[in-house]
């Protein structure tokens, strides 16, 4: 959440001059059950908001955009086109009637045609900002308890070493013969560490986990360009799309040492490419001048509603979900039409079923416990020949 009030309250100035054929809509979705859970809420504003431009930035050449402001409290605001302006009623009235069907609360909306109610605009976004107590601290959370416990996580995040807090875990490629071999590395910060260290549970809390893994993006570049470990494989690591187009980014990136150029893969959550399409074309953009392979990390096996994909070297399908629910890796590939199977990689192997399934849908690169523990005994089996060749031999 990039400061969108002050940028809400500047907007709502200007269309007491302009007077634009558009509609606000401001939504409030604190009544909605599990709304704090991140994924589910970024999914719902993503259903509501559709594939507007960010931050009232409309992406060239497509025509007006759906503006999307994120306000602390679960609020957002919607600068809506008028020839957008059905769709947009249909598809929150069909929102509302899930909500209603499945008993999990409801949203609150008003409208305001911006043509002639301008001046009502501008006093509810006031308003807004008012009640979140932000309007002079317009980058502070949305109360005085989460930003000490920031502070507290940002401090020690950047005295701790962050070596202690990071897991490796390889992708495999599997050959036709059934031989597994590494061909990457994906280097991650273990957030349950996290979470024992500092008793808080940051997937419970959207605005800390997403301060504190902005912070976590630049602790691991910065890990990176320090790691003096001899790396034959390249390297992944997850990072946000604003962190890929910032200075500091493209920064430390040059300072890059020669092992490491050519040799990094950024993965990008799919969330992002879904309710952040500018930012995530960007950040292509920049890794593509610095030479940084790019990966779609938790493709859904559910088609979304738009299905396009964006151009990238590697698509990352979990094989289950966390929550003990596995896919159907076949239908999952059924959706992702035009992608090669083998820039797919099944993740979150846990058993090694899902090689098998996966394997089935033409994907032959694996990642998960399971596929780790079958290329140790497949290392296992291999030298055991070994050492009974040279004991021959002797």
Same mark, same amino acid.
């Given at each position: 959440?990039? +400061?969108?009030?002050?940028?809400? @309250?500047?907007?709502?100035?200007?269309?007491?001059?302009? %007077? $634009? &054929?558009?509609?606000?809509?401001?939504?409030?979705l604190s009544r909605v059950l599990h709304i704090e859970e991140p994924v589910f809420k970024r999914s719902l504003v993503r259903w509501l908001?559709?594939?507007?431009?960010?931050?009232?930035?409309?992406?060239?050449?497509?025509? $007006?955009? /759906?503006?999307?402001?994120?306000? &602390?409290?679960?609020?957002?605001?919607?600068?809506?086109?008028?020839?957008?302006?059905?769709?947009?009623?249909?598809?929150?009235?069909?929102?509302?009637?899930?909500?209603?069907?499945?008993?999990?609360?409801?949203?609150?909306?008003?409208?305001?045609?911006?043509?002639?109610?301008?001046?009502?605009?501008?006093?509810?976004?006031?308003?807004?900002?008012?009640?979140?107590?932000?309007?002079?601290?317009?980058?502070?959370?949305?109360?005085?308890?989460?930003?000490?416990?920031?502070?507290?996580?940002?401090?020690?995040?950047?005295?701790?070493?962050?070596?202690?807090?990071? #897991?490796?875990?390889?992708?495999?490629?599997?050959?036709?013969?059934?031989?597994?071999?590494?061909?990457?590395?994906? %280097?991650?910060?273990?957030?349950?560490?996290?979470?024992?260290?500092?008793? =808080?549970?940051?997937?419970? +809390?959207?605005?800390?986990?997403?301060?504190?893994?902005?912070?976590?993006?630049? #602790?691991?570049?910065?890990?990176?360009?320090?790691?003096?470990?001899?790396?034959?494989?390249?390297?992944?690591?997850?990072?946000?799309?604003?962190?890929?187009?910032?200075?500091?980014?493209?920064?430390?990136?040059?300072?890059?040492?020669? #092992?490491?150029?050519?040799?990094?893969?950024?993965?990008?959550?799919?969330?992002?490419?879904?309710?952040? #399409? *500018?930012?995530? +074309?960007?950040?292509?953009?920049?890794?593509? %001048?610095?030479? @940084?392979? @790019?990966?779609?990390?938790?493709? $859904?096996?559910?088609?979304?509603?738009?299905?396009?994909? &964006?151009?990238?070297?590697?698509?990352? /399908?979990?094989?289950?979900?966390?929550?003990?629910?596995?896919? +159907?890796?076949?239908?999952?590939?059924?959706?992702?039409?035009?992608?090669?199977?083998?820039?797919?990689?099944?993740?979150?192997?846990?058993?090694?079923?899902?090689?098998?399934?996966?394997?089935?849908?033409g994907i032959s690169h694996f990642q998960g416990a399971a596929v780790q523990r079958m290329a140790r005994q497949q290392e296992d089996a *291999?030298? *055991?020949?070994?050492?009974?060749?040279?004991?021959?031999? =002797?």
């Amino acid at each position: 959440m990039a +400061n969108d009030e002050s940028r809400l @309250i500047t907007l709502a100035a200007r269309y007491l001059r302009d %007077r $634009p &054929p558009e509609h606000g809509l401001l939504l409030d979705l604190s009544r909605v059950l599990h709304i704090e859970e991140p994924v589910f809420k970024r999914s719902l504003v993503r259903w509501l908001a559709g594939e507007g431009g960010p931050l009232g930035k409309p992406q060239p050449g497509s025509g $007006p955009a /759906i503006q999307l402001f994120q306000l &602390p409290h679960d609020r957002i605001v919607l600068i809506i086109p008028d020839a957008q302006l059905a769709d947009r009623r249909t598809r929150l009235g069909r929102v509302a009637q899930v909500l209603g069907e499945k008993h999990a609360g409801s949203i609150g909306a008003r409208w305001f045609n911006l043509s002639r109610e301008a001046e009502a605009f501008q006093v509810a976004v006031q308003t807004l900002a008012a009640e979140a107590g932000r309007s002079l601290f317009p980058h502070a959370p949305p109360d005085g308890e989460q930003l000490d416990q920031f502070m507290m996580l940002e401090r020690a995040l950047h005295a701790v070493d962050i070596s202690s807090l990071l #897991r490796e875990q390889f992708v495999y490629r599997m050959e036709p013969n059934g031989r597994l071999v590494p061909i990457l590395a994906e %280097r991650t910060v273990a957030l349950e560490v996290l979470d024992r260290l500092f008793s =808080t549970s940051l997937r419970q +809390n959207p605005w800390l986990f997403d301060k504190v893994t902005d912070v976590l993006d630049g #602790r691991m570049l910065y890990h990176l360009l320090r790691d003096q470990q001899a790396h034959s494989l390249p390297i992944a690591v997850k990072l946000h799309a604003a962190t890929v187009t910032s200075e500091e980014f493209r920064g430390i990136v040059a300072r890059f040492p020669a #092992r490491l150029h050519g040799q990094l893969v950024v993965e990008l959550p799919f969330l992002e490419w879904e309710a952040a #399409r *500018r930012a995530f +074309n960007e950040a292509m953009q920049t890794a593509k %001048r610095e030479d @940084i392979a @790019i990966a779609l990390d938790h493709v $859904p096996a559910d088609p979304p509603e738009d299905r396009a994909l &964006p151009p990238v070297d590697w698509y990352r /399908i979990p094989w289950h979900d966390g929550q003990g629910h596995f896919i +159907n890796v076949v239908d999952a590939m059924g959706w992702l039409t035009g992608i090669d199977p083998t820039r797919c990689i099944l993740t979150r192997c846990t058993r090694t079923d899902a090689v098998s399934a996966g394997r089935q849908a033409g994907i032959s690169h694996f990642q998960g416990a399971a596929v780790q523990r079958m290329a140790r005994q497949q290392e296992d089996a *291999r030298r *055991r020949a070994r050492h009974r060749r040279e004991a021959a031999e =002797t």
